[in-house]
């Protein structure tokens, strides 16, 4: 029978060392702005909290499980559009008019972290946040929903739950501060909350009655809409997924389209002006992942997207839906470059090396053998880095 190891005699140069800790500075707007350029930051205590209360991306949800501390690197877009969202959180509008911001590209370019350093940042800001990280979620047929004949749409309350809870979660303090300025009635019976409350006391009254949260939904989303105090961010993933045939199903088994439902519906009369969004706007990110949900032509057209080649063939043959271009009118679509910088690269090579993550011998050409192999773009680089680790 061997006899036990003596690890005290065991020669430390056969081992590697204990991972150290990365010791990364906050994603706040102090750093952010003064780092360069490639430079990776932690994500604050915030944005982590959303993160848990709201949920991650498709795309994101497995990388950031890698570190404890998941983190984000500065790169030219991120400037670009956190420069953006500082100036629309000055703006102020009296009437109701277009709010939404798109962020498009090709597959893997970094749209979804660029939403999540947004979130972040406007955490760090005092914005209040609503975010939505995967749209699909809400029209896969994954959650109980009913037929409203007041409002002509159907209904999502465990979905209208989950965003009202996590409305709570992450911007209690805030919420705290807003009165309501008008009655609002909810419930079977007809109650009535008072003008004067606070708005989180409203929220939690949603939360103890599954079947009042649409309604309380609304109501919290439409007062947060009229308020001038805090600039609101409604962030939304997988954005083409608002406009797309559901899973969903009527009475007559024919496929729902997702504007009809809830909870889409009301990001989308946001987002193109047709309710009041005083202070602040509608970010929005398509995802191609879901290749049966893709983005319609109208969609693609009003934010500058590129069409399919299909599409783009068909040219003013190609199929224009009403509600489509209804739900269009007014956005603004935001280009994220195809290639990450290579000085953005080397930050997230650098951390990875720092973190001791990689299983091979880190090296200049190994770095630009990987570089190289994903031709620059950011999810197939990360996605080389972890093929490392198989």
Known sequence: MPSPIDYRNVNENHFDAKPKPLDL??????????AQIGEPLAYAERARKAFNAFGLPSSNKWSHKVFASPFSVVRDATVQLLTELNVRSEQVRSEPEPTGLILHGTSGCG???LL???????LENGWIVLYIPRSIDVI???SPYHYE???KLFNQPVISRALIQGLLEVNREALEKIKVDQDIVYGHQGQTFKAGGELSRLVVIGLEDDMDTVVILDA???QLGRQTEFPVLIAVDDYQCLYVESVYRDPQFFPIRAYHLSVPRMVLEFAIGQRQLSRGLVLGALGPLHTNHI?????????????SWKDAAAGPYAERHKAHVHFSQGLKGFPVPAQVGVEAALGWYKTYVDGLVLHTRASDDF???KYTEASGNAREFNRALLDTMQ
């Open 25 to 34: 500075l906050d994603f706040e707007p102090q750093n952010v702005f003064t």
């Open 111 to 113: 749209k979804s972290t």
């Open 295 to 307: 983005a319609p032509v109208p969609l693609r057209e009003a934010i500058g997207a590129e069409l």
């Open 140 to 142: 896969n047929s994954s």
């Open 367 to 369: 770095f630009l053998a």
């Open 149 to 151: 004949a007041r409002t």
């Open 116 to 122: 999540m350093q947004a979130l972040g940042h406007c």
């Open 220 to 222: 919290v989303m439409d």
